[in-house]
Nanobody, 126 residues
Framework: QVALVESGGGLVQAGESLSLSCTAS????????MGWFRQVPGKEREFVAI????????YYADDVKGRFTISRDNAKSMISLQMNNLKPEDTAVYYCAADSSLILSTMTTPRQWNYWGQGTQVTVSS
């Protein structure tokens, strides 16, 4: 049974940093693309960052590029998201996701991902 468990959310002020982690179990971690998505109430879940199939390739949403970094630790079956220079508009519930059969053209679409964590709240005050 696949499980993804996020940690590291919290309340910070604008300009500060926060690091999220997601530990996976029940899957062969190196075969999976891992991603971070976020969602605010009343809006659709949106793509933040993806580590593509353990290839070393990473992808970022335009509004986090240069501020957020996704990284993978295969030995720990863990994916992290380092978030720097946080802005109030980054406030959301952040979700970890995993999938082994994505295609590039649809990888930013949440419904294409098979497994999800429970989410962790990130709040950035101005």
């Amino acid at each position: 049974q696949v499980a993804l468990v996020e940690s590291g959310g919290g309340l910070v002020q604008a300009g500060e940093s926060l690091s999220l982690s997601c530990t996976a179990s029940g899957l062969t971690f190196t075969r999976y693309s891992m991603g971070w998505f976020r969602q605010v109430p009343g809006k659709e879940r949106e793509f933040v960052a993806i580590d593509w199939r353990n290839s070393g390739r990473t992808y970022y949403a335009d509004d986090v590029k240069g501020r957020f970094t996704i990284s993978r630790d295969n030995a720990k079956s863990m994916i992290s998201l380092q978030m720097n220079n946080l802005k109030p508009e980054d406030t959301a519930v952040y979700y970890c996701a995993a999938d082994s059969s994505l295609i590039l053209s649809t990888m930013t679409t949440p419904r294409q991902w098979n497994y999800w964590g429970q989410g962790t709240q990130v709040t950035v005050s101005s």
